[in-house]
Nanobody, 120 residues
Framework: QVQLVESGGGLVQAGGSLRLSCAAS????????MGWYRQAPAKQRELVAT???????NYADSVKGRFTISRDNAKNTVYLEMNSLKPEATAVYYC??????????????WGQGTQVTVSS
């Protein structure tokens, strides 16, 4: 079993910043990748940022230059630093982890979601 626990969401005004955290725990051999999705009301879930096991990151065009994803491998934790927030960033943010379980299979696990609301 793998659990992802998110924290750091909240309400901020436009131009403000938030830092989301997502910590993975459980029985697994390794984490191959971690990242963040978000889903706003009446919109499809979209990929925000990814961080692979090799340290490479990728971002949605809408957040490039303002969001930064990072990982603390020793703590099995991924972070999302969100700066210069815009109202359109309002969404529920979900972290994910692609993990290798003891039998050798790779599986995706999801956090519970954390609400980010940016007021104008």
């Amino acid at each position: 079993q793998v659990q992802l626990v998110e924290s750091g969401g909240g309400l901020v005004q436009a131009g403000g910043s938030l830092r989301l955290s997502c910590a993975a725990s459980g029985r697994f051999f390794s984490i191959k990748g971690m990242g963040w999705y978000r889903q706003a009301p009446a919109k499809q879930r979209e990929l925000v940022a990814t961080s692979g096991s090799g340290g490479m990151s990728n971002y949605a065009d809408s957040v490039k230059g303002r969001f930064t994803i990072s990982r603390d491998n020793a703590k099995n934790t991924v972070y999302l630093e969100m700066n210069s927030l815009k109202p359109e960033a309002t969404a529920v943010y979900y972290c994910y982890a692609l993990v290798t379980i003891p039998r050798g299979n790779d599986n995706l696990y999801w956090g519970q979601g954390t609400q980010v609301t940016v007021s104008s």
